[in-house]
């Protein structure tokens, strides 16, 4: 006979492990099911380090996520004392365009979505690490913060676990049914059943939702450290915020030096080529570090150093860029909850709360009616 429980949850990632966490803390008897070890570097919830902001999603319709994902943050530290999770950097946002709609209103000290614009004379003065010119200008979040997905995702499953939840990792999902009295996955280990479950499979999301009609994809990506050639304090935390670049042919990204990871890291969205997650080259190799070293002779010369390390990583996409927090239209016991299109981390906390709500109740308060998916069923 299936071990029963009350909702399992397929891929303990980023949302997966936060999604086990909220469900748990509610009382529910939980099963997570991970095929990789926990955490993992197969996805895209890996590398130590991941951006966070409030100002760009003031008055579009992540608003109402970003600010209850910081709130969950700063719970999450709270509950579990790894205060290491979110450190506040304050975030760079740089840009050439002469104007940015999510820049374009106005922004008073105090309040919520506050940010500073710089021109490119404030840049140099204050941050003499970046190497720009005309037409460059900024958008300076002071709330912007680095968050640590490794250590997120191990105290939401330590939490999870503490509170009554079932992880097992290195297990994978050969199956799963759903009918309208319960919901079946068979894995490599065990048959189990359960009343709900949720899919947070990141990258597989495709796969397992291929009837639907709605084409996802993978791309792997790349990045990596270096260590600056000189003035390495101006790299650290207290220095330098995390920020981004409009370029071409994407968006380059940075973070400060952490005392746990040796070396500057530096990345590129946007770039990667559509792949199978399940067959595809992990290894890094010199186009990787090329694309990175083309960011940092072009932006940060002095910080062209030694390789320290590269490493590859799946973005996961829709056809629209915007993820799926929505019930399953065939399955109404079966709940949505990704891919994150590139950008989710920052927003986990809400997504996994929202599934949770989903999950446990059939809906939820948070605003996500843009993330239904409705819209994709929908397209022509």
């Known amino acids: 006979m299936a071990q029963s429980f009350d909702v399992i949850v397929i891929g303990v990632g980023a949302v997966g492990s936060a999604t086990c966490h909220h469900l748990a803390k509610r009382g529910l008897k939980v099963l997570g099911l991970e095929r990789f070890a926990i955490p993992h570097a197969q996805g895209g919830s890996h590398g130590n380090s ?34 290491d999770i ?40 204050r941050y003499p690490q970046f190497q720009l010119s005309e037409p460059y200008w900024a958008a300076y979040d002071p709330v912007g913060a680095l968050l640590r997905p490794e250590l997120a995702i ?11 939840a079932t992880i097992l990792g290195n297990t994978q999902v050969h199956s799963w049914q759903a009918t309208s009295s319960g919901v079946t996955v068979q894995t490599d280990r065990d048959t189990y059943s359960a009343d709900r479950l949720v899919l947070c499979a990141g990258p597989w999301t495709g796969k397992l939702l291929s009837t639907l009609g709605i084409t996802m994809t993978a791309n792997r990506m790349s990045f990596g450290w270096v260590w600056p050639l000189r003035d390495q304090k101006d790299y650290l935390p207290e220095s330098l915020p995390c920020w981004c670049i409009d370029d071409d042919p994407g968006i ?75 019930t399953h239209p065939e399955h109404d016991r079966v709940t949505l909850c990704g891919p994150l299109c590139g950008a989710g981390f920052k927003f986990v906390p809400a997504y996994a709360e929202a599934a949770a709500d989903l999950a446990a109740t059939g809906s939820t308060a948070l605003p996500i009616d843009f993330l239904r998916i409705q819209r994709l069923l929908e397209s022509p």
């Open 50 to 83: 991941r951006q966070t902001k409030i100002a760009p999603y003031i008055g579009g319709p992540y608003e109402g996520i970003i600010l209850r994902a910081y709130q969950l943050w700063r719970e999450l530290i709270a509950e579990s004392g790894q205060s």
């Open 86 to 125: 979110m450190v506040t950097t304050g975030f760079l946002d740089i840009h050439r365009q002469s104007e940015v709609s999510s820049y374009a209103r106005d922004s008073k000290p105090g309040e919520v979505g506050f940010f500073e614009k710089l021109d490119l004379l404030e840049i140099r003065n």
């Open 154 to 164: 191990t105290t939401y499953v330590r939490m999870a676990m503490q509170n009554g």
């Open 252 to 326: 380059y990204y940075g973070f400060p030096m952490m005392t746990d990871v040796p070396g500057y890291k530096i990345g590129l969205h946007w770039y990667g080529r559509d792949v199978d997650p399940d067959n595809f080259d992990r290894q890094p190799n010199a186009d990787d570090e090329e694309l990175i070293r083309v960011g940092l002779r072009k932006f940060f010369p002095a910080a062209n150093g030694p390789l320290l390390g590269l490493r590859t990583c799946l973005y996961d996409h829709t056809p629209d860029d915007v993820p799926i927090i929505d």
